[in-house]
């Protein structure tokens, strides 16, 4: 126990991985933390990104329990070593609580049976730490580390790291700090490196892969649609689960499908652009102003084994937006398309229609399936199923074409314990690896503590 670690980012997972470390006897005059942001006693409660806890620990704190949910952890570790990594995560968020009674499971109960055999619902624990007690765990946190005598750098942004050297280069970011300790930028040497930078060091993750030529992990498509109905049909299941899942498989053809991101009561459907491209997402409202009784959900495609997901799915979205524009309402020459067998586009929460161009089943047919080189059927067979799931739902439903997520690119790390595959002393975790979440993020890097204690 006498290696220098250095961990950028004092987000959900540096601060886990410091935890983990100290809590095990590892001396706190060892590690240093580099972050950005703030401590929790000077961060603003906008500064949503950067600081101590980062970004979900800061503002919102569900804390999700399935190793399904929140990015990649099962894979590295097995599920069972997974779940435990997480139980870790939500043991530390209550032991700072000054509440810890108040924190809050909910826990959907089992499938059920009418949505069996046509889908599976996936059916999660989430954890409510509360958002208003958020700071005040932020503290205690904060407290207990620097009792045990972590260091931390605030307002300190690395710029670069040299894997070859074990050096990282960093820049202050605090005028008055500069002022005082008279150079605006700082050099550090370590032993073991935890880079967990987070969404808000991506860029910086992705320009140290390039540097590095650091290899990736391949990656599926994310493609589908926006599905929209009026709320009525879809009743009996949100009374189970409000943001319900419902998904298949079809391991042969090496493609999923999940319901994703539902939205309930007063729920519109948004117009994203990406790449100069329009796709689709949603959204709800919480004012009862809004209330329209809609229901919306994407249905995605997890479609695995193309050899360039990113280029592939920006090719199918483009030639979504070019292949049929012959009326669009909004002028734009670019846009997404709308198919009912009933139904007109919705309007958007500010009133006007969501943007797109609506098309026959005809077209849908002719032009829709084969630029999707085929897999659009699976997403027509996931609504005819909902029909005879939910049996009132008929022809009431609308689908905007496509939805699309662009995941970025995950480096590839040793599974045992995630460090880089040509630089064993520089590990990955977090949201700068492949989590998407608080408990997977801070389990990565708990994984990663235990590793280097051994
Ligand atoms: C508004 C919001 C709400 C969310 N709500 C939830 C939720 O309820 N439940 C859930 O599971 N997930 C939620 N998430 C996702 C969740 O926050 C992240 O998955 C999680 O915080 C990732 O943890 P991390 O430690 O990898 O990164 P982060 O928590 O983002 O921390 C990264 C830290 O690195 C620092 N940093 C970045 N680059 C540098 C650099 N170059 N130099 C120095 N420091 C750097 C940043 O300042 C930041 O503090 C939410 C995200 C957002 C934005």
Redesign the pocket.
């Known amino acids: 126990m006498d290696k220098k670690i250095v961990i950028?980012?004092?987000?959900?997972?540096?601060v886990n991985a410091a935890t983990k470390l100290v809590d095990n006897g590892y001396p706190g005059n060892l590690i240093t933390i580099?972050?950005?942001?703030k401590d929790p006693y000077n961060r603003k409660p906008e500064e949503?990104?950067?600081?101590?806890?980062?970004?979900?620990?800061w503002?919102?704190?569900?804390?999700?329990y399935h190793t399904a949910i929140?990015g990649q952890l099962s894979k590295y570790c097995g599920e069972e070593k997974a779940m435990e990594l997480m139980d870790q995560v939500i043991t530390n968020f209550k032991r700072f609580h000054p509440k810890p009674e108040e924190v809050q499971c909910s826990n959907p109960e089992e499938e059920p049976d009418f949505i069996k055999p046509y889908f599976g619902l996936r059916l999660f624990p989430v954890w409510h730490v509360g958002t208003d007690y958020l700071s005040e765990i932020a503290k205690n946190w904060y407290d207990y580390l620097v009792s045990k005598g972590v260091q931390f750098h605030w307002e300190?942004?690395?710029?670069s790291i040299d894997f070859n050297k074990n050096d990282i280069f960093v820049k202050e970011l605090n005028q008055e700090t500069i002022k005082k300790q008279g150079f605006p930028d700082f050099e550090l040497s370590y032993d073991e490196l935890i880079f967990?930078?987070?969404?808000?060091?991506i860029d910086?993750a992705q320009q140290l892969a390039q540097d590095y030529k650091l290899p990736d992990e391949p990656k599926s498509v994310q493609i589908g649609v926006r599905f929209e109905a009026p709320q009525e049909h879809f009743q009996k299941l949100i009374d189970i689960s409000y943001d319900f899942k419902l998904y298949r498989k079809f391991d042969d053809e090496g493609v999923s499908l999940r319901s994703f991101c539902t939205n309930n009561n007063a729920a519109y459907v948004a117009v994203e652009e990406t790449y100069g491209d329009h796709s689709y997402n949603g959204h709800a409202k919480k004012d009862e102003a809004y209330r329209n009784n809609m229901t919306n959900f994407g249905i995605l495609m997890e479609i695995n084994g193309i050899e360039d997901p990113f280029t592939w799915s920006r090719n199918i979205v483009n030639k979504l937006q070019y292949t049929y524009k012959p009326h669009n309402p909004l002028g734009n020459d670019r846009t997404g398309l709308y198919y009912s067998p009933s139904r007109k586009p919705s309007t958007t929460s500010e009133g006007t229609e969501v943007s797109s161009t609506q098309i026959s089943l005809d077209t849908l047919t002719h032009v829709v399936e084969p630029v999707m080189e085929g897999y659009f059927k699976y997403v027509m067979d996931f609504i005819q199923d909902m029909k005879k799931v939910f049996p009132t739902l008929g022809d009431d439903w609308g689908i905007y074409i496509p939805e699309v997520k662009y995941l970025s690119p995950e480096v590839k790390v040793d599974y045992k314990n995630l460090s880089l595959i040509d630089y064993s002393n520089v590990h990955f975790?977090?949201?700068?690896l492949s989590?998407?979440?608080?408990?997977?993020?801070g389990a990565q890097?708990i994984y990663v503590a235990e590793n280097l204690l051994k």
């Open positions: 950028v980012g004092a987000g959900v997972a540096g580099i972050d950005m942001g949503v990104m950067t600081g101590f806890l980062g970004a979900g620990g503002s919102d704190g569900k804390l999700t929140g300190a942004k690395v710029t967990a930078v987070g969404k808000s060091g910086f975790v977090g949201d700068a989590a998407r979440g608080i408990t997977v993020s890097a």
